[in-house]
């Protein structure tokens, strides 16, 4: 069973930057995915950014090139340098991860295709 931490929450003020890590128990053999998710009060659980065992990226729109997901060499810490930071960034930040049939997969940031999740970290941009 894949464990995942996440470490590095916190709040930041509107504009400044916040990085995110997470910790995986073990490396994942094959195609599998990684990914940043995130969940404000009252709202759905959306993908952030994600990550596939090629290191390709991908990344919700609205992010605007503000969001950075990285893995180490390892594979067994996942990434996310946030910068210019939203009162609307304002959510529980979720690590994940899954083995996938293809790559492609990943680009999708839909939570059905990660198997393992963290406890989340909170992030908080008060206006």
């Known amino acids: 069973q894949v464990q995942l931490q996440e470490s590095g929450g916190g709040s930041v003020q509107t504009g400044g930057s916040l990085g995110l890590s997470c910790t995986v128990s073990?490396?994942?053999?094959?195609?599998?995915?990684m990914g940043w998710f995130r969940q404000a009060p009252g709202k759905e659980r959306e993908g952030v950014a994600s990550?596939?065992?090629?290191?390709?990226?991908t990344y919700l729109d609205s992010m605007e090139g503000r969001f950075i997901i990285s893995q180490d060499n390892a594979k067994t810490t996942l990434y996310l340098q946030m910068s210019n930071l939203k009162p609307e960034d304002t959510a529980r930040y979720y690590c994940?991860?899954?083995?996938?049939?293809?790559?492609?997969?990943?680009?999708?940031?839909?939570?059905?295709?990660?198997?393992?999740w963290g406890q989340g970290t909170q992030v908080t941009s008060p206006h």
């Open positions: 994940a991860a899954g083995r996938v049939v293809a790559n492609w997969m990943c680009s999708r940031l839909r939570s059905i295709d990660y198997k393992f």
């Open positions: 073990q490396s994942i053999t094959g195609s599998y995915c």
């Open positions: 990550i596939d065992s090629r290191g390709t990226t």
